[in-house]
């Protein structure tokens, strides 16, 4: 598996965004727990990897596009659920997930 193929990047972000997620929905059941957690990046990590013109625009200007969006979707995800702190919740799952994909692609 690597980490420059969907699947291989969709189960890291997965591992490193769900923990996150999850812990922050504390207050909910078990069973909705998991679907806010797994969905939140479920959502956002195809649209952004399969629909975004990767290659047209210069990088930078597509991981803002793609780190914003991924960040206003999840913490709207988040507030259809009601968890506390939507907005900081997605920030720190989408900028620890960043961090680990830009660790890696370096190293």
Same mark, same amino acid.
């Given at each position: 598996?690597?980490?420059?193929?969907?699947?291989?990047?969709?189960?890291?972000?997965?591992?490193?965004?769900?923990?996150?997620?999850?812990?922050?929905?504390?207050?909910?059941?078990? /069973?909705? +727990?998991?679907?806010?957690?797994?969905? !939140?990046?479920?959502? &956002?990590?195809?649209?952004?990897?399969?629909? %975004?013109? @990767?290659?047209?625009?210069?990088?930078?200007?597509?991981?803002?596009?793609?780190?914003?969006?991924?960040?206003?979707?999840?913490?709207?995800?988040?507030?259809?659920?009601? /968890?506390? +702190?939507?907005?900081?919740?997605?920030? !720190?799952?989408?900028? &620890?997930?960043?961090?680990?994909?830009?660790? %890696?692609? @370096?190293?």
């Amino acid at each position: 598996m690597s980490f420059n193929d969907w699947s291989g990047a969709f189960i890291l972000t997965q591992l490193i965004e769900v923990p996150i997620y999850m812990r922050a929905a504390h207050s909910l059941p078990m /069973v909705q +727990r998991a679907a806010y957690a797994f969905g !939140a990046s479920t959502i &956002t990590h195809p649209i952004i990897w399969f629909c %975004l013109p @990767w290659g047209s625009m210069p990088y930078v200007t597509l991981l803002i596009v793609a780190e914003g969006f991924a960040f206003g979707t999840e913490g709207l995800w988040g507030r259809y659920w009601r /968890v506390p +702190r939507p907005w900081l919740t997605s920030l !720190a799952a989408n900028a &620890t997930s960043l961090a680990a994909g830009m660790i %890696l692609r @370096w190293v």
